[in-house]
């Protein structure tokens, strides 16, 4: 029988300064299943076969977390925004004009 008992306690976290890093300009879609959200993250990248080479939004990376994992992520960016002084809600509206 599994002990289906809420942890209290974090595991320990271990650092892997060798983890891949990954810039997105930003997510260009979202989607639900499974009880997990999916995200596709895109980034700015110029085409060099021409001069001046068209920039088109590449597929950099998909992320996909659970629900719980999602929404941690969602609360801990707005309120690392807020302690350092950005309002969220300022910046959805900059990034739209």
Partial sequence: MTDNTPQT?????????HAP????SGPVGFFFNSG?????????RADHKSSPGPV???????????LVGA????????DFLKRNNLDPASLSEQATH
């Fill in 9 to 17: 306690t974090l595991p320990t976290f271990i650092d892997n300064p």
């Fill in 21 to 24: 890093e990954v810039f997105a």
């Fill in 36 to 44: 997990n959200l999916h995200i596709t993250l895109t980034a700015l």
């Fill in 56 to 66: 088109n939004r590449v597929v950099v990376g998909r992320l996909v977390l659970p």
């Fill in 71 to 78: 929404h941690n992520l969602a609360v801990g960016v707005f």
